[in-house]
């Protein structure tokens, strides 16, 4: 079975620079989530998507992050402007299906901001 | 709002000695408890779950509400135990999301 699919995996821009996250979830799971994982810490949820619906952004920083999953499966996670501590890696994950909510992660998107 | 705990940022040992990771929660309902593992250059992924009481790799944990503790455990420690531990909380009511506790490093030595 394929795991969560994510790209780029190694990104640097300046500061004020924007970028893109890309994720494909596992076939037939409905939920997706963006988590933010700054170096020492643990991965912090950003949003969760259930299809195409946002469950929760609470967490999202929306006057600089925006994500969507326009057909309930691929979900792009944006940042503009970025500034020096939106350096960390994104993970995307994803549950549901046949696996239950068991959540899956892919290996990450690693964002350095200079 | 739930939380999690692990006191300790980093762990030695030697092989086959035992290991102990900690991780303390706090939330006044029943929630869910999970243990994520990070091996190196890998993903992470779900070692085990409380709901299981399975023992995975050799690992067990226990769910402990009195003391909200779900402290990580394995008798003889393998150096491919080396990895980043991560305890994690989920209640139903919140859509599955997972709290992440800091993570514990643990390495062990030949």
């Known amino acids: 079975e394929a795991g969560v699919a994510q790209s780029p995996r190694y990104k640097i821009i300046e500061k004020r620079q924007s970028v893109a996250f890309w994720c494909n979830p596992i076939?037939?799971?409905?939920?997706l989530y963006w988590y933010q994982q700054i170096l020492g810490q643990g991965p912090k949820l950003l949003i969760q998507f259930q299809n195409n619906g946002v469950v929760d952004d609470s967490q999202l920083p929306k006057d600089r992050f925006s994500a969507e999953r326009l057909k309930g499966v691929d979900s792009t996670l944006k940042i503009q402007p970025a500034k020096l501590e939106d350096s960390a890696v994104y993970l995307c994950?994803?549950?549901?299906?046949?696996?239950?909510?068991?959540?899956?992660f892919g290996e990450g998107s690693w964002l350095t901001v200079v | 709002a739930q939380r999690v705990t692990q006191p300790e940022k980093l762990l030695s040992v030697f092989k086959g000695a035992p290991v102990e990771l900690k991780c303390n929660y706090s939330?006044?309902?029943?929630?869910?408890l999970f243990w994520y593992v990070q091996y190196s250059r890998q993903r992470l992924q779900l070692l085990l779950r409380?709901?299981s009481r399975e023992s995975i790799k050799g690992f067990t944990a226990d769910l402990n509400k009195g003391e909200t503790s779900f402290h990580l455990k394995k008798p003889f420690a393998q150096e491919e135990d080396s990895a980043m531990y991560y305890c994690a909380l989920t209640i139903q009511t919140n859509d599955y999301k997972l709290s992440f506790g800091a993570g514990t490093t643990v390495t062990v030595r030949a």
């Open positions: 409380h709901i």
């Open positions: 076939s037939g799971h409905a939920t």
């Open positions: 939330y006044s309902g029943s929630p869910e």
């Open positions: 994950a994803s549950s549901g299906g046949e696996t239950g909510n068991t959540i899956y």
